[in-house]
């Protein structure tokens, strides 16, 4: 679910500009899981334009307050949400963490970096949302740290019916700032994708893991 309309067009419309979303159905990428696919998606790229940062810092912000209260720590799944989750966490004036894919090896041992009290209420902050496996185990790792978790803030989100059952299975509130629905009708709407661009996308989506050109 995205938060709302007009910031996930707003948001879709940013990251097309700055390539941050790649849409190419003629030559599509492959994903490390071994998927074809006409889209990839480098959230990492916003850090790099100021007025997109502060975009997305902003519309988290005030989002995360309106849709989960105001947390006691921010939390950002490494490592693709360390640097905007950073951002958000001091435009609110709280506390950051942020989760190992796993454990450390060695020291400590941990997986969650930084300073978490039992009880304290977190909302997680991610970059993107596939089939949401990733994200769920940072969020496994918070609640064996004792954590509350409010609920997951990503910025983008495939909209893959797997992702959804994952999140309802562990029952986690999961809002965007923008999906893969916004994405596509900005895309026709800004031209950039043509019609059957748009309608190749759709299928990619359906069925992503046997698609093919």
Not at 3 to 16: G, P, R
Not at 18 to 23: M, V
Not at 24 to 30: D, L, S, Y
Not at 119 to 134: A, R, Y
Request: a neutral charge; charged letters at 25%; aromatic letters at 10%.
């Amino acid at each position: 679910m995205i938060f709302n309309k007009e910031t996930a067009e707003k948001t879709a419309e940013l990251l097309l500009q700055i390539n941050a979303i790649k849409l190419n159905p003629k030559n599509p990428f492959t994903w490390a899981s071994g998927w074809q696919s006409p889209i990839y998606c480098d959230n990492r790229l916003i850090l790099s334009f100021p007025a997109i940062r502060n975009f997305i810092r902003d519309e988290f912000s005030k989002n995360i307050e309106q849709e989960f209260g105001r947390p006691d720590v921010i939390a950002g799944v490494a490592t693709g949400a360390i640097g905007i989750g950073i951002l958000v966490a001091e435009k609110m004036g709280l506390p950051f963490v942020y989760v190992r894919p796993e454990p450390k090896k060695h020291g400590r041992q941990n997986q969650v970096e930084g300073f978490l009290q039992k009880g304290q209420n977190v909302v997680v902050v991610e970059d993107l949302i596939s089939t949401g496996n990733s994200s769920l185990l940072a969020v496994e790792a918070l609640k064996q740290a004792e954590a509350n978790i409010k609920g997951m803030a990503a910025i983008f989100n495939y909209g893959f019916g797997v992702a959804d059952d994952n999140f309802n299975k562990a029952k986690i509130t999961l809002k965007t700032l923008s999906n893969y629905e916004n994405l596509l009708h900005l895309a026709v709407e800004k031209d950039f994708i043509n019609e059957k661009e748009y309608q190749t996308l759709k299928e990619w989506r359906e069925n992503p893991s046997t698609w093919n050109i």
